[in-house]
């Protein structure tokens, strides 16, 4: 047998993980290179005094087995060993005079409860409900598609066309201002994601409804786990502290990597699933951009940033919602900049798996784009670094316990991530929590995933696919995948005779190489 062509992912979080996986299935010899000590990058959580405080996960889009991202998923991992937990709370806002707002996710109880709640919204409610509906029927256009498949997914599509231009033109914000009801204001329109294109909240409550979306028991950590274990089963490779220096290139053709250690590694493909900045100016040397490339990191706008406080509560909070948004009489102080006018809280009682018996995780998430705020601290003042952490937790627990008064005095652990976290741990532009925003007039169509003058390149994650989440590293990794297997005289996408190849050319791979 042929010695099978090699690749190199830079990159352990979802969109390499998933790459790796699915190269494996169409007979490529892979490795994975991650920076860090553990997988996932921005899909992550961590233990602090037996906690365990979640960075990424608010549900999966896929858990419905008949749907065709639980079909994808299936290709990389083994989704029906994941636990889904179905919340019938969307999100529920309180004012500081007890007002409340509950968004079911089911369609038929969220235009019921709205009606109740703002019978002066009624033509806007019954809108949105209408939408939802419909929306519900839409799958995501996969980016791997094309040709006839792609001609075939439009057309199914055809009939939501009219709603999917309507709201994908109008922001979030936009959205807000047709509403009477002041709550309902907040729902839509507040904050750093009120640029988000209207589309995409739609969606949200769409697949919702759907039970097509849903929060996964263990967060992150079970997806990346479960994906790691399908790739040492394939006999793919996944190298823990191997920092990617430079990539190799000879004659305007990729050929390796090399890494911080010094290693260099020969590469018939080279996939960047890091950070799409630091790829393009640091590991390339700005030398393969171009005006469409540099034109879209001047004008896209990436997603905020991000200080996450994380308390260890030694209570039984289940009594709460599972995610519950403050709206303040006064503004919070986030950093020089940034104020919010409203806090989000997720109260993690629904997972059994992140705090002993009786007790419960609670994060807090504050957007900022003051990221270079937190990074000048952490680099050149610690001291005050470490006091802005404190301030910052003092001030969300203050907040808490003017509404539940008994927290306070049972934190057990608190814990601070800041946007100069975010850098350290993935690379992320500005610490940027998912790339590019999806704003009206982007859409869900990917970016250029080549680049122009460079052969046996490609990228994949969510900086070459706006909207971020977990589905954009899969989508994207079967874009990459697609475009190595059409240069390589490949099928695509891999079915279980691409399997047997992949097993049967594990001897020849590197064995020696340690897997993570």
């Known amino acids: 047998m042929s010695t099978p062509l090699r690749v190199e992912v830079i990159g352990g979080g979802i969109a390499g993980l998933c790459t790796a996986v699915l190269a494996r299935r169409c007979g490529y010899d892979v490795e994975v290179l991650e920076q860090h000590e553990s997988a996932g990058g921005l899909a992550t959580s961590w233990r602090r005094g037996g906690y365990t405080f979640e960075n990424c996960l608010h549900w999966l889009l896929g858990a419905n087995p008949r749907g065709p991202m639980h079909a994808q998923w299936a290709e990389v991992f083994a989704i029906d060993q994941l636990r889904f937990v179905h919340p019938e709370e969307y999100v529920r806002l309180e004012d500081a005079r007890g007002e409340q707002l509950i968004i079911p996710t089911n369609v038929e109880r969220l235009e019921s409860q709205l009606l109740r709640c703002s019978p002066a919204d009624a033509r806007e409610i019954r809108h949105l409900a209408s939408a939802i509906r419909k929306l519900a029927a839409v799958t995501l256009p996969d980016p791997a598609q094309s040709g006839i498949q792609h001609w075939l997914a439009t057309l199914r599509n055809a009939a939501a066309l009219p709603t999917l231009r309507h709201w994908s033109a109008i922001t979030c914000a936009d959205y807000a201002r047709r509403f009477k009801h002041p709550l309902l204001r907040r729902f839509f329109g507040e904050g750093e994601l009120a640029e988000l294109s209207a589309l995409a909240l739609v969606f949200s409550l769409a697949w919702m409804s759907e039970h097509d979306a849903a929060y996964v028991i263990g ?239 490609v990228m994949a994650g969510h900086w070459v696919m706006p909207g971020g989440g977990l589905p954009s590293g899969l989508m994207t990794a079967r874009r990459a995948v697609q475009e190595m297997c059409r240069r390589d005289g490949r099928a695509f996408p891999p079915g279980q005779d691409a399997d047997s190849l992949g097993r049967a050319v594990v001897s020849s791979a590197s064995a020696s190489t340690p897997v993570g």
């Open 219 to 457: 967060g992150s950590r079970a997806i990346i786990e479960l994906i790691v274990r399908r790739l040492h089963e394939l006999g793919g490779r996944l190298r823990l502290g191997a920092p990617v220096k430079r990539i190799l290139v000879e004659g305007d053709a990729v050929v390796g990597v090399r890494l911080a250690s010094g290693e260099s590694i020969d590469a018939d493909w080279v996939v960047s699933a890091a950070d799409g900045h630091a790829t393009l100016e640091h590991l390339l040397g700005g030398l393969y951009t171009d005006t469409e490339t540099e034109e879209r990191y001047r004008r896209l706008r990436p997603f905020p940033s991000y200080v996450m406080v994380s308390l260890g509560v030694a209570e039984d909070l289940s009594g709460q919602a599972a995610l519950v948004t403050h709206v303040l009489d006064s503004p919070l102080q986030v950093d020089p900049g940034t104020q919010l006018s409203q806090l989000s809280v997720r109260f993690f009682h629904f997972d059994p798996t992140f705090a002993p018996a009786g007790k419960t995780a609670v994060t807090c998430w504050l957007p900022t784009r003051n990221d270079a705020y937190w990074l000048e601290l952490r680099q050149q003042r610690p001291e005050r670094y470490r006091a802005e952490k404190q301030r910052i937790a003092a001030a969300v627990i203050a907040v808490l316990g003017e509404r539940l008064p008994t927290l306070p005095g049972h934190i057990e652990v608190t814990d601070v991530a800041t946007p100069a976290t975010i850098m350290r741990y993935t690379g992320n532009w500005h610490g940027s929590m998912e790339g590019w925003l999806l704003t009206p007039g982007i859409g869900f169509r990917p970016l250029r995933h080549t680049l122009p003058g460079l052969d046996r390149f």
